[in-house]
């Protein structure tokens, strides 16, 4: 029972925080959506900011799941690997990315730790896979700064770009996600040199 508490008190706060925002959602708001008493918060979490920082836990890869990708030894392998494990994160934790989205751009008081605890050691896993890839001849660039950030551009705005800009698109053909997924994919490879084979990425779920 305490630990579905816990669930519905994380998946409340998670989609309050990034409806209204951290500072305008309250504990008690929090609460009543997940059927819980105002007091659980502080007996679970210790507040609202720890609150924040444990579904942030929640969402984000293991240090295991990070220590098996690390393993890889074929940075080409391995930054398909992250690719395809930010595109699934990515769809699946819609809240969780406008949540660090809003914190980001308003440079809240958490601003700092989620950068440190969260986002960056992602991005410096792939400028690593980057910089190994092209010493070892498999990537083709000349700045490593250029196609981090030409990277982590591709993997980031197609879940944050306005209305105006998808109005653009009116009357084109819809396509999946797991369809926006794939050709993000080849396009960040083929930028970099690399011919990879499409759809390697599995079966649409």
Same mark, same amino acid.
């Given at each position: 029972?305490?630990?579905?508490? /816990?669930?519905?008190?994380?998946?409340?706060?998670?989609r309050?925080?990034?409806?209204?925002? *951290?500072?305008?959602?309250?504990?008690?708001?929090?609460?009543?959506?997940?059927?819980?008493?105002?007091?659980?918060?502080?007996?679970? *979490?210790?507040?609202?900011? /720890? &609150? &924040? *920082?444990?579904?942030?836990?929640?969402? *984000?890869?293991?240090?295991?799941?990070?220590?098996?990708?690390?393993?890889?030894?074929?940075?080409?392998?391995?930054?398909?690997?992250f690719?395809?494990?930010?595109?699934?994160?990515?769809?699946?934790?819609?809240?969780?990315?406008?949540?660090?989205?809003?914190?980001?751009?308003?440079?809240?008081?958490?601003?700092? /730790?989620?950068?440190?605890?969260?986002?960056?050691?992602?991005?410096?896993?792939?400028?690593?896979?980057?910089?190994?890839?092209?010493?070892?001849?498999?990537?083709?660039?000349?700045?490593?700064?250029?196609?981090?950030?030409?990277?982590i551009?591709?993997?980031?705005?197609?879940?944050?770009?306005?209305?105006?800009?998808?109005?653009?698109?009116?009357?084109?053909?819809?396509?999946?996600?797991?369809?926006?997924?794939?050709?993000?994919? &080849?396009?960040?490879?083929?930028?970099?040199?690399?011919?990879? /084979?499409?759809?390697?990425?599995?079966?649409?779920?």
């Amino acid at each position: 029972m305490s630990e579905d508490v /816990k669930t519905r008190i994380l998946d409340a706060a998670e989609r309050l925080f990034a409806v209204k925002g *951290f500072e305008a959602t309250s504990v008690r708001q929090i609460c009543e959506e997940a059927g819980a008493n105002v007091a659980l918060v502080s007996y679970h *979490f210790g507040g609202k900011e /720890k &609150l &924040l *920082f444990a579904l942030l836990d929640r969402a *984000f890869p293991s240090d295991e799941v990070y220590a098996e990708i690390d393993a890889v030894a074929d940075p080409e392998e391995r930054l398909n690997r992250f690719i395809i494990g930010y595109l699934d994160y990515a769809n699946e934790q819609q809240y969780v990315q406008k949540i660090i989205s809003q914190e980001i751009l308003m440079r809240s008081a958490r601003y700092s /730790k989620i950068i440190e605890t969260y986002t960056s050691p992602f991005w410096k896993r792939i400028s690593r896979a980057l910089q190994e890839g092209r010493a070892q001849g498999k990537f083709e660039f000349s700045s490593l700064k250029a196609a981090v950030l030409n990277t982590i551009g591709a993997l980031i705005y197609p879940h944050m770009a306005p209305s105006d800009v998808m109005g653009i698109f009116e009357g084109e053909e819809e396509i999946s996600t797991y369809e926006q997924g794939e050709a993000t994919r &080849l396009y960040i490879l083929r930028g970099l040199g690399v011919n990879p /084979k499409a759809g390697e990425r599995g079966s649409e779920r």
